[in-house]
């Protein structure tokens, strides 16, 4: 063989070479799109569509709940505020507020926690017994706050 046909297969391997990687490349990407689109479509899709109402009801449930949360919140810094010292129109202002703050909660937090699954009952149960301690407890110092 003359050395002008080694250089040239010399030359030519690496290139050979290089084609038949990028092509192994080409071909395990398809393969890679193709599982991540049946992953996607089929798969994924099917479980979101089999489970899309129970997960519905729970993002209403659990926006229920963070908004109960948030009106206990503003029930507690209108306490805190009557508590400081405030009076007049301040004082009936704040009282209404969170009288229907108050309301609000219990509303709220019963209609999130229906939604959620049967053995959350027992927690929904136990809110109702503490909510009903911290009603009078807050009930007793607006009049508290009141008579002052």
Avoid: C
Avoid at 18 to 40: D, K
């Amino acid at each position: 063989m003359r050395i002008k046909n080694k250089l040239l297969l010399l030359a030519l391997a690496p290139i050979l070479g290089t084609t038949a990687l990028v092509s192994v490349g080409y071909y395990q990407l398809g393969n890679l799109r193709e599982a991540n689109r049946h992953l996607a479509e089929d798969q994924f899709g099917t479980l979101v569509q089999h489970k899309l109402p129970h997960l519905e009801s729970l993002h209403k449930s659990i926006a229920l709940l963070l908004n109960g949360d948030r009106d206990a919140y503003q029930v507690l810094q209108a306490e805190l505020q009557i508590m400081d010292g405030v009076e007049g129109e301040a004082l009936s202002g704040l009282i209404d507020q969170s009288a229907g703050n108050l309301d609000q909660v219990h509303e709220r937090i019963l209609k999130g926690g229906s939604a959620l699954p049967p053995e959350s009952n027992g927690l929904v149960t136990e809110f109702e017994t503490q909510f009903a301690a911290w009603k009078s407890l807050h009930l007793g110092n607006l009049e508290l706050a009141q008579t002052d």
